[in-house]
């Protein structure tokens, strides 16, 4: 393994090489197949493979949902977690990282004009993407989400400054957070066919919540890739300029630390609101939905009582994220492991 490798691992990231050998492997499996039906099935295979494999936390919070339910919500995790891997861990240059994400797009619309999983596979659309085209289609979900969403992984490599919250949110976090927690609510469904637009903003909120936390998580990473995600306006009350703002950080500084506090405290104004609209969801995802909300709220209530030091990448154990779960529901843990 060289070096590059061993730095990926350690970071817990799949090598463009090793993304490439699943894609191969999968496609490979599905060509030996009679039924396209099970050549979906083998897309979410590798969804789940990619979502075991990089978040831990939401892996466990979807073991949850329905096996139909759960099966789209691993479609929609893989084809967002592809093109976040290009820009956040590719050790690659930035008009590659800008050209493989126009190619993704460009597949991305040749999937939701095609008819089969099937058709987008021979049309060259990637395993990952074909699959989540079926979500797409099957819940005439609004195209211009996805098309968003790859907009916020193009800003990636090409940072912005933001001047405040609300720039924050809509002109990044829209593409990045809020459109994913649709595809999501399309997936889960309202309990009434009248309150689809308030289970859509519970998912808006709940959106907003997850990407302030894993911004204030994630400051050093964030740093090194020459972001930053604390609008101005939440520097300046914490007397932090852009131009000291990699000081405050490198140095582990109160200010940054109260900023990254402040940062918490607007999330957790989120997650309160998300929690409003968790019964306008169908019924079969609130656990899911509750545990998420349960779950990440710990993590970032943990910033703001203890986040005193910023180069400390805060986690919760493994105790801790049972504890957000239904404790009737533990059984399903160690079957899903081995299941997947």
């Known amino acids: 393994m060289d070096k590059d490798q061993k730095k ?15 894609e191969l492997k999968y496609i490979e499996e599905i060509s030996k197949l009679n039924s396209m039906d099970n050549g979906l099935e083998i897309a979410v295979n590798y969804s789940r493979k990619v979502l075991k494999s990089h978040s831990t936390s939401f892996f466990i919070v979807t073991r949850f949902l329905p096996k139909s339910m ?17 820009v956040d861990s590719f050790d690659i240059e930035n008009n590659e990282k ?40 099957k819940y005439s979900i ?14 990636d490599v090409n940072p912005k400054e933001f001047e405040d919250i609300d720039d924050l949110i809509n002109n990044y976090v829209f593409g990045s957070a809020i459109v994913v927690g649709y595809f999501l609510a399309y997936v889960y469904g309202s309990s009434e066919e009248t309150n ?36 101005k306006t939440i520097l300046r ?22 900023a990254r506090k402040e940062m918490a405290s607007i999330a957790n104004q989120y997650y ?19 545990a998420c909300i349960e779950l990440y709220g710990k993590l970032n209530e943990r910033i703001i009582t203890r986040g005193t030091n910023i180069k400390n990448r805060e986690s919760l154990s493994w105790s801790e994220k049972l504890g957000a779960l239904p404790a009737s529901k533990y059984w399903k843990l160690p079957i899903a492991y081995i299941k997947s």
């Open 196 to 231: 689809f637009n308030e289970t859509l903003q519970s998912s808006k909120e709940l959106g907003i919540a997850l990407q302030i936390t894993n911004f204030i998580r994630d400051i050093n990473e964030d740093l090194t890739r020459g972001r930053v995600y604390i609008p």
């Open 8 to 22: 990926f691992k350690f970071m817990g990231e799949w090598t463009p090489s090793e993304w490439r050998s699943f």
């Open 70 to 86: 759960r099966d789209e919500v691993e479609l929609v995790y893989g084809s967002v977690r592809f093109p976040d891997e290009i």
């Open 98 to 137: 800008k050209r493989l994400l126009g190619q993704w797009r460009k597949h991305y619309h040749i999937a939701v004009q095609t008819k089969s999983f099937e058709e987008s596979l021979g049309a060259g659309v990637p395993v990952l993407l074909a699959g989540f085209a079926e979500v797409v289609k």
């Open 272 to 290: 309160q609101e998300s929690k409003k609209g968790v019964d306008s969801f169908s019924k079969e995802s609130r656990i899911a939905i509750k």
């Open 142 to 155: 609004p195209i211009e989400y996805y098309n968003s969403f790859l907009d916020a992984m193009e800003l």
């Open 237 to 258: 009350n914490n007397e932090i300029s852009i131009k000291d703002y990699h000081q405050n950080v490198s140095q582990n500084t109160i200010k940054i630390n109260s």
